[in-house]
């Protein structure tokens, strides 16, 4: 994490159940099964990264928007998005 500053490390749980990614806590994966799912995420080399590390901890830049509705959102909801997504699908985002 320290050399390659790569935000992918935080695209994690795309395997996970609903109750399982609940019991998570914090933003870095618990194991490496937690990337179960996540094989053809990559990252998408942007802008300087968005990810450093610091004596508290783990500092991150997320682009924000407005979330879009849907059953489990509410008003006022945001969402972050990651400098990472898809192999397969270079304009979609984690």
């Not at 783990?58 to 509410?74: D, F, I, T």
Request: aromatic letters at 8%; charged letters at 20%; proline letters at 6%.
């Amino acid at each position: 994490m320290r050399g390659v500053r790569d935000d992918s490390i935080l695209a994690w749980g795309f395997g996970m159940q609903p109750d399982e990614l609940e019991t998570s806590k914090g933003a870095l994966a618990i194991s490496p099964s937690d990337f179960a799912g996540c094989e053809n995420i990559v990252s998408r080399q942007w802008h300087s990264p968005l990810l450093d590390i610091t004596a508290g901890g783990l500092q991150v830049n997320l682009y924000v928007c407005a979330a879009p509705r849907g059953p489990s959102v509410e008003i006022g909801d945001y969402c972050g998005f990651l400098c990472c997504g898809p192999e397969d699908s270079t304009s979609a985002v984690v």
